[in-house]
């Protein structure tokens, strides 16, 4: 009797020593999950616009499906990933258009408010869920405890085992039955049940063909789950072989014991098809790892990029909207990169945003500040149209002419304003500005045909001053001092032949008082002396009042003369400016003099008449 028992109990803990094995690969597998699960996302659905996103949290939250932790993290990342982007896609078309930064409000968004509605569904019917599946796995527990129970009492009734034995293979079916357990208890729950359902094998006392027929069974059910891990070698999709792998071994955990030569084979067959498995989930492992690492990289580098660009000085608007489509361009970019690795997916996203949100504020901030200068050139305009509008209603061609001009400068000098404002404003000063012109040229035209008849007499002046050169005695100076008086008492002709007309009157002038050998000093006190008569005509005193207007100036003159000659005292004469400059006050000095000398010729006369 005992030696049968001790070579059960043998055969008991070959049996456990291989459970233990596939346990212990059941575990690793398993803990080996949330990589598969990271892997997959990789896999996901590329969601364009939050509409997708809400469609399918809503077809979550109202189905019996159940919601997934790391679906749902995945659909709220990418949700606000797009909602930001269309907030500053809004910002930025806002301020575009010359809006005020310090006034933008962000409107509510239907869609986001309809979004937190179904994520608190969710959450509920995740709580609810969680709760469920607590409460079913503390009963099953309960059931299997039940079962370990009473299988433990079987075994300590040896005698009865062969009566027992329909009752222990319903209770093993019941144990297959019965699914999840609290994860904490799951392994000890194993190894209590494993160790009573050998001890049970181990006292069992059945004839040699009905042990066989329970050895060959479970053999067949093993054989049908090596071949099902085999087949998993073909299939394409990696990481389904690998979950349908973990179904495998879970099964083969149910499954009762073979005979003792056929154990280590049937083992070895079963672990070198899950090898197969594991290895190429290694492997896809591996590539996704380096594929997170290569869009960690890339993602990186565009941190970079943004942050380079932050951190430019932008000199004008110009710079910052070119910095801006710039930055644009790399969010797009950021967009088509994949997931990086789990611990830095988060970290490089929230540096990405960082550089983001610093350019974008100081962008908000350059533009707020560029208001109150928009401000303030908009008012300087407004001042200026005010003045064009006082202007526009002047006659007085000439002076309200160099005004606009000078109105027009200014208005180039002040800087910018918002464009629609600026159109406003130029329309306004514009208008202004023709309205004086146009009635200036409707006035000018007549203003021309004067000019030109005023022209055509300077030019038969100029004529008879011409026939006057050949001719001689003494009434020709005094005839060309008339046609001189003549020709000053004519108005203005036009701009185009003034300077022409210049020319040829003086030529033709210089060549008469050469011809008739007078100087220019001369010709002025002649001309002074012709007109003394007509200044006594004025009044008794007029000779005197004239006369003392002249020693006036003579006395001013002489004065200006000493303040030159005191001067010339100072300045070195050996350098080569002092002799420039002495040369230039030693011209002024004698150009006095000569001045001096014809206001005493004056004085003179007007002595010689009083006599």
């Known amino acids: 009797m005992m030696d049968s028992q001790e070579k059960t109990l043998e055969l008991g803990k070959n049996e456990e020593v291989v459970n ?71 910002l930025k078309a806002y301020l575009d258009a010359g809006g005020d930064p310090e006034q933008y409000q962000y409107t509510p968004d239907e869609q986001e408010e309809a979004f937190k509605a179904e994520m608190g569904i969710i959450k509920e019917k995740r709580a609810k869920i969680f709760k469920e599946q607590e409460a079913e796995k503390q009963e099953n527990l309960t059931k299997k405890l039940a079962i370990i129970d009473r299988i433990k009492a079987m075994v300590t009734t040896p005698d009865e085992a062969n009566k027992n034995y329909k009752e222990f293979k319903s209770l093993q079916e019941q144990w297959r039955e019965i699914k999840n357990v609290p994860a904490d208890k799951a392994n000890e729950l194993w190894r209590n049940y494993q160790l009573y359902v050998e001890q049970f094998y181990d006292m069992l ?38 979950h349908q792998l973990q179904k495998l071994h879970q099964e083969y955990r149910e499954i009762g014991p073979v005979a003792k030569e056929q154990r280590e084979e049937i083992w070895n067959r079963f672990k070198a098809a899950s090898s197969v498995i594991n290895k190429r989930h290694q492997q896809h ?19 970079e990029k943004v942050e380079a660009i932050a951190a430019e000085e932008n000199k004008g608007s110009g710079d910052w909207e070119k910095h801006t489509k710039q930055i644009i361009d790399i969010q797009t970019e950021w967009k088509t990169i994949g997931f990086a690795p789990q ?31 928009f401000k303030e050139n908009a008012e300087k305009k ?21 005004k606009f001009i000078a109105l027009q400068k200014e ?3 002040i800087g910018m304003v918002p464009k629609k404002l600026g159109d406003q404003l130029w329309e306004e000063f514009l208008t202004a500005c023709n309205t004086f012109f146009e009635a200036r040229n409707a006035a000018g035209a007549g203003a021309r045909g004067e000019e030109r008849e005023n022209l055509e007499k300077k030019q038969g002046i100029i004529e008879q001053l011409k026939a006057l050169a050949t001719e001689t005695g003494d009434e020709v100076a005094e005839k060309v001092q008339k046609l001189v008086d003549e020709y000053n008492t004519v108005g ?11 020319k040829e009157y003086h030529a033709v002038l210089d060549k008469l008082y050469k011809d008739l050998n007078i100087s220019v000093a001369k010709r002025k006190l002649n001309n002074f002396k012709q007109n003394l008569k007509s200044v006594a005509e004025r009044g008794e005193n007029a000779l005197d009042n004239e006369r003392t207007r002249l020693f006036r100036q003579y006395e001013n003159l002489k004065s200006e003369i000493q303040t030159y000659e005191n001067n010339l005292g100072f300045l070195n004469a050996s350098s080569k400016k002092g002799n420039s400059l002495i040369d230039e006050m030693n011209r002024k000095v004698q150009k006095l003099k000569d001045d001096m000398n014809l206001i005493r010729e004056k004085i003179k006369a007007i002595d010689a008449e009083n006599k």
């Open 20 to 90: 233990e094995e596939v346990t212990s690969q059941v575990e690793t597998t398993e803990n080996s999950e949330p990589a598969a699960e990271q892997a997959e996302e990789l896999t996901r659905v590329v969601y364009e616009t939050k509409a997708d996103v809400l469609h399918r949290l809503q077809d979550i939250a109202h189905s019996e499906e159940v919601p997934q932790k790391d679906e749902i993290e995945y659909l709220k990342s990418s949700f606000y990933k797009l909602h930001v982007a269309e907030r500053e896609a809004k």
């Open 205 to 242: 006392r059945l004839n040699s063909e009905a042990r066989e027929y329970d050895f060959k069974k479970n053999l067949e059910l093993k054989t049908a789950l090596c071949e099902a891990a085999e087949k998993l070698a073909d299939e394409e999709d990696v990481i389904s072989a690998f």
């Open 285 to 303: 492992f591996e590539g996704v790892r380096a594929k997170e690492e290569e869009n960690l990289a890339r993602k990186t580098v565009l941190c």
């Open 343 to 373: 611990k830095m997916n988060v970290k490089i996203f929230e540096r990405f945003r960082a550089a983001c949100d610093d350019f974008f504020g100081r962008k908000a901030a350059y533009f707020k500040g560029l208001k109150e200068t």
């Open 382 to 402: 407004r001042a200026l149209i005010e003045k064009a509008k006082e202007l526009q209603a002047s006659t007085d061609w000439k002076s309200t002419s160099d």
């Open 411 to 413: 208005w180039k000098t």
């Open 492 to 502: 203005h002709v036009p701009y185009k032949e003034k300077d022409k007309l210049y």
